[in-house]
């Protein structure tokens, strides 16, 4: 009787793990953003009047697949800037983000659909580029305050986004400098910087700080140098502070396309800028110290072809935009 009872124990204790259970909810269901907190969003550069759509996710939660329509509705977290901006840069002022102005972007709809049968669902987010100085860092904060079903996240970033509106043109990205500094009339050693950053001014021109200046210096905006790509292969350098005395000597670009070796369905653009320019360092404006950049910057970017909309091919790393 003994060995009859462990017996049927044993056969009792089977059965009840082989329940399917992955057809129960294992997990506590609620509504997110797919990039939640701080997230960098590139949107195609368009000339003044164009607007570009992007779709910003919201997820559903949970083991099993959602069979109900969800409403889900966004608004502004201001709060949440501000208090992100002391936390990250204290008394660094000339760092903090600035809340996108409202005639830059639209939502829409502040009301997402996820349908039934998906678990995720999305808010239509159309931003125009006009009149957005990319000296500055711009950033659109939105929370999810309600759901018709279930309920937003709980956990804090989850239910924020902190979208950083960074806009991109053929031109723009993180490029590598092989070039050199050199102070003119003197004897130092020759400077260098690993890379620059070129922001976008319109569809055919960028920004880029001179010499090797420091992307976060106080005084950075004093060195801002536009770079315009013209048709014949070469590049107008303007500086827009008459104060570092700016001259440029000579300005080329070429373009190359290839396929990727690794990835034949990634497509590489290398754009690499030919400069030769002059400008004075008036840190100390009693001693100006005058410098000449002459090299090259190189950007390679890569494009995934098997991507059908033109804003989402672009591979960003290592803040390549």
């Known amino acids: 009787m003994k060995y009859r009872y462990i017996y049927l124990l044993m056969i009792g204790l089977f059965a009840m793990a082989c329940n399917k259970e992955w057809e129960e909810e294992l997990f506590e269901k609620d509504v997110s953003f797919v990039n939640n ?16 759509t992007l779709k910003v996710p919201v997820v559903l939660s949970g083991s099993t697949t959602n069979t109900e329509e969800i409403q889900v509705t ?10 992100l901006n002391f936390e990250r840069f204290r008394n660094r002022q000339d760092l903090y983000f ?7 972007y639209s939502f829409s709809s502040n009301t997402a659909t996820i349908p039934g049968n998906s678990n995720v669902g999305y808010f239509d987010l159309n931003l125009k580029m006009e009149n957005l100085d990319m000296y500055y860092k711009y950033l659109l904060p939105v929370k999810l305050v309600s759901t018709s079903k279930y309920s937003v996240s709980p956990r804090r970033w989850y239910k924020k986004s902190l979208m950083q509106i960074i806009p991109f043109n053929d031109y723009s990205g993180r490029y590598s400098v092989p070039g ?9 050693p020759a400077l ?11 569809e055919k021109t960028v920004f880029f700080y001179a010499g090797v200046i420091e992307e976060e210096a106080y005084d950075r905006l004093k060195y801002k140098l536009l770079a315009r790509f013209n048709e014949d292969g070469t590049i107008t350098l303007t500086a827009t502070d008459p104060a570092i005395k700016f001259s440029q000597n000579s300005g080329t670009y070429t373009i190359e396309k290839k396929k990727d070796e690794v990835q034949p369905y990634l497509e590489r653009t290398i754009t690499t800028m030919n400069l030769n320019y002059e400008y004075e360092d008036v840190t100390n404006p009693a001693f100006p110290l005058r410098y000449r950049f002459t090299g090259a910057m190189v950007l390679d970017r890569a494009r995934n072809t098997q991507i059908p909309d033109e804003d989402q091919q672009v591979i960003i790393n290592n803040d390549v935009f």
């Open 37 to 52: 907190g701080v997230v960098p969003v590139y949107a195609k550069y368009r000339a003044t009047g164009g607007a570009v």
């Open 74 to 83: 966004l608004d502004m977290d201001n709060d949440t800037l501000q208090t």
């Open 98 to 104: 600035l809340q996108l102005p409202q005639a830059n």
């Open 180 to 188: 050199e500094v050199k102070r003119t009339g003197g004897d130092d």
């Open 192 to 202: 260098s910087t690993p890379y620059r950053n070129a922001w976008v001014v319109d």
